[in-house]
């Protein structure tokens, strides 16, 4: 599919060279942040998964790379990129339930899932926060707050 043949909708948001990277990255491989060294990473048109393990650490893409967080806690509100000009976010984020009889109720067992294009050079961090850690347990400062540093080389 060329830029020509998306929907205009999306041509008009992302421009011609947006929407091809969106094309570019559709069939390239995933790779764990967690499972790759990530602290100044370069990743080539690939997606990239952001897990909890990857809490401060930094990320390097390219334009058109993709980057998912998947977080493991259905309590976590991701925030966004700090600068949507260069990581903007893909549709809304998704949260995934466990399975029923996975867990016990009111621990948040399952996921939240957003993911960001990089669109220009220049760097965003990703945010989340959440307030609870469990049933009826508040986090600690350290437990409710997520980021990941994203560098998007050119």
């Excluded at 499972?35 to 990473?41: P, S």
Aim: charged share 10%.
């Amino acid at each position: 599919m060329t830029t020509n043949h998306m929907p205009g909708r999306i041509r008009g948001l992302l421009g011609a060279a947006g929407a091809a990277a969106v094309l570019a990255i559709g069939s390239a491989p995933a790779i764990s942040a967690s499972a790759a060294t990530v602290h100044h990473t370069t990743v080539r048109h690939q997606a990239v998964t952001a897990a909890d393990a990857d809490n401060g650490k930094t990320i390097t893409v390219r334009s058109g790379g993709r980057v998912t967080l998947k977080l493991a806690s259905t309590y976590w509100t991701v925030r966004g990129s700090s600068d949507p000009k260069v990581l903007h976010q893909l549709g809304k984020t998704s949260t995934q339930p466990a399975k029923p009889g996975a867990c016990v109720p009111g621990q948040g067992c399952g996921t939240v899932t957003a993911t960001f294009v990089a669109m220009h050079r220049g760097t965003a961090d990703v945010t989340a926060t959440r307030t609870t850690c469990g049933e009826a347990m508040l986090c600690s400062p350290a437990q409710g707050s997520y980021v990941i540093h994203v560098v998007v080389a050119g």
